[in-house]
């Protein structure tokens, strides 16, 4: 990381819900928080808990100098509303095979 800047990922014992549109997207009991400096924390679930199923890959990719590239997921009108770092930076590697939504529900 650089001088000032950190990120911290911790196992949770929190229950996480992503609902959009009265669907269930994920649901997890094993979420992965991720603290980074100047972002809000995010919950990271792994692949299992989501249902992959009913996402769309996007074509979108964006470069983060400390995760590295994220890959994003859709549904049919809510674009990019999921990511995930699939070949992340060594100090974040623990997210692997975790996604991201933007919203979440904390239980």
Do not use: N
Request: charged share 25%; aromatic share 8%; glycine share 6%.
């Amino acid at each position: 990381m650089t001088q000032g800047h950190t990120i911290t990922i911790e196992r949770s014992d929190e229950h996480v819900r992503v609902v959009h549109g009265g669907q269930v997207l994920a649901e997890s009991e094993r979420p992965l928080v991720l603290r980074e400096t100047g972002c809000p924390p995010r919950y990271y679930l792994p692949s299992e808990d989501v249902r992959l199923d009913l996402l769309t890959p996007s074509d979108t990719h964006t470069e983060c100098p400390f995760k590295g590239t994220a890959s994003y997921w859709s549904l049919p009108g809510a674009a990019d509303l999921v990511w995930a770092y699939r070949d992340p930076k060594p100090e974040v590697a623990r997210i692997k095979d975790h996604l991201c939504f933007y919203d979440v529900e904390v239980l």
